[in-house]
């Protein structure tokens, strides 16, 4: 597709200043109108390849450009999208879809098998620099027909569905991936709800709504997601009418957004882990025993009631307790247990570390990671607290692992699929290290790489879920992160406004919003 002229960018910053001013509505200052939604992100999108995961804010923006072939809903069902049925075959390795037809992309093109098959090869072949680690099982996609796509794994995957219905998953064109592979970011062809209208990394995305969408068209002509980093900021846009809906509003302003009659308060139950990931290559932290003293040395329901408030709930395992496969960490409060452990490991005076963390990316990232550095004080360990621009910070955490100037970082993780294996396969298997994987944290068990290979060629749910616990147990024990806290989403939106959905990986579906 082509890249938009300047007069289009030039008429939507007016629009933009136009709702931001609440034109046409000076008597209250709060309405834009039923065509226009602006949401406050927290979150900077910095590139819109699918096939890069970054972030589920720019999750959130691809599933507005972009299809999948089926969706899940926050109640975790699937519901079909450009595939209308599906079979498997009986020794689970070809997964043959029915397409549906007449879907367009946004340049026109008919959605067909080819841009199907086209999809999952460049994912296949790791083409085009791209960093998605979903479907490693995935070895061949077939178009069978022109509305018919066959795709085969090497062996029964378990929980593929939930990878399809991913925003990993979705379609891309094919004639896109020929002409622009390595520049999909910036040349959109989906055949989502809403066309890119405007996108400067950092900073904002417009979006317009497709009309000739084969599903229900928008009610709402235009969203403008803008960047918003600090949490106050966010809540006066929502009180001023500035904003029709704002996430991660801080547990201190819900009072004054349900004692404003502009707005209500909305909450959404996540899979967000908060947690401190510790580089298992460097000094200190290659010893287990250090890495389980600095677990027991924190106070995660000091940090929850003093920071988060309702925000979040306080957690001490690599997965939320709503994800399939969760087990307690088992690391209750206990300074004289890290005490002992450090010593035991050769520390008695603790060391000196760095903590990075992004600035404002999540809510009150600087705040938790102050309060866990005063915590670790009271063993003699020192962690300094550096904050970095969201850039700065994937650069420094997406090192080689033969660097240690990332010793640990501030993050948060969502279990995209709603199972254990997600979070293992794309943050804990050796074979996902860091720069080519997302494993920060350098951590390698053969035990958990063995667990979770066996867990995926499980279909039988309740077993898959058996081995799953048996893997985050010893994720658990080995201690590569600090879990702090599972986040709670807590949003506000204007009053009158409907139909947004939240799904329990922060990411959001406006297709149906409505005022």
């Known amino acids: ?97 029915t397409l549906r037809e007449g879907v367009k992309f946004h340049s026109g093109k008919e959605m067909t098998s080819e ?78 709800p809403y066309k890119l209208a405007d996108f400067e990394a950092g900073d904002h995305i417009y979006l317009e709504a497709n009309e000739d969408y084969w599903n229900e068209v ?14 106050s900021t966010r809540l006066n846009m929502i009180l001023s009418g500035q904003a029709q809906f704002a996430v991660e509003i801080a547990a201190q302003d819900v009072e004054q957004v349900e004692n ?36 027991y040395a924190v106070d995660r329901d000091l940090i929850t009631e003093s920071i988060m408030g309702m925000s979040a709930t306080a957690i001490d395992s690599v997965v939320a307790d709503n994800v399939l496969g969760y087990v307690p960490g088992g690391y209750s409060y206990d300074i004289e247990k890290a005490k002992k452990l450090l010593a035991e490991a050769g520390y008695p005076d603790g060391f000196e570390f760095t903590l990075w963390t992004p600035d404002g990316r999540y809510l009150n990232d600087k705040d938790t990671c102050l309060t866990v550095a005063s915590q670790l004080a009271e063993i003699g360990v020192i962690a300094n607290v550096q904050t970095v621009d969201w850039a700065t910070f994937l650069e420094k955490i997406r090192t080689d692992k033969d660097k240690t100037e990332m010793q640990a970082y501030f993050m ?41 290979e066996k867990a995926i060629r499980t279909t039988d749910l309740d077993e898959r879920e058996a081995i799953l616990k048996e893997a985050i147990t010893i994720c658990n024990r080995d201690a590569a992160w600090i879990p702090c806290y599972v986040y709670q989403q807590i949003s506000a939106e204007q009053n009158g406004l409907e139909g947004i959905e939240i799904l329990p990986n922060q990411e959001i579906r406006f297709g149906k919003a409505h005022f």
Not at 218 to 231: R, T
Not at 270 to 294: M, Q, S
Not at 432 to 446: H, L
């Open 115 to 192: 841009d199907v098959v086209a999809t999952f090869q460049r994912i296949i072949d790791k083409a085009d620099g791209i960093t998605v680690t979903d479907f490693d099982g995935l070895i061949g996609a077939e178009a069978v027909d022109t509305y018919t796509v066959k795709l085969i794994t090497d062996g029964p995957i378990g929980n593929f569905m939930n990878l399809l219905a991913h925003s990993t998953g979705v379609i891309l064109n094919s004639d896109a991936i020929k002409e622009h592979g390595t520049e999909l970011g910036t040349y959109i062809d989906g055949t989502g």
């Open 260 to 295: 404003s009659d502009v707005a209500k308060v909305r909450y959404d139950a996540t899979n967000r882990v908060a947690h401190i990931g510790l580089n298992c290559n460097y000094g200190p932290f290659k010893d287990v025993k250090v890495r389980e003293a600095l677990n």
């Open 412 to 452: 948060g993780w969502e279990c995209t699929s709603r199972e254990a294996g997600y979070t293992l396969k794309t943050l804990f298997l050796s074979s996902v290290q860091a720069p080519e994987g997302w494993n920060t944290m350098f951590y390698s068990n053969p035990d958990v790489d063995a667990l979770y």
């Open 218 to 231: 928008p009610a709402i002509k235009s969203v403008q997601l803008i960047n918003v980093k600090e949490s």
């Open 1 to 97: 597709m082509k890249k938009y002229s300047k007069g289009l960018v030039v008429l939507l910053l007016i629009t933009m200043i136009c709702t931001f001013t609440a034109c046409g509505n000076e008597d209250s200052g709060q309405e834009t109108g039923s065509d226009t939604l602006v949401v406050a992100l927290s979150g900077e999108v910095m590139q819109l390849d699918p096939h890069i995961p970054e972030s589920s804010s720019q999750g959130t923006v691809n599933r507005s450009l972009y299809d999948p072939l089926y969706y899940y809903t926050s109640e975790g069902a699937f519901e079909p999208a450009l595939a209308t049925d599906y079979k498997v075959s009986e020794d689970g390795c070809e997964w043959t879809f």
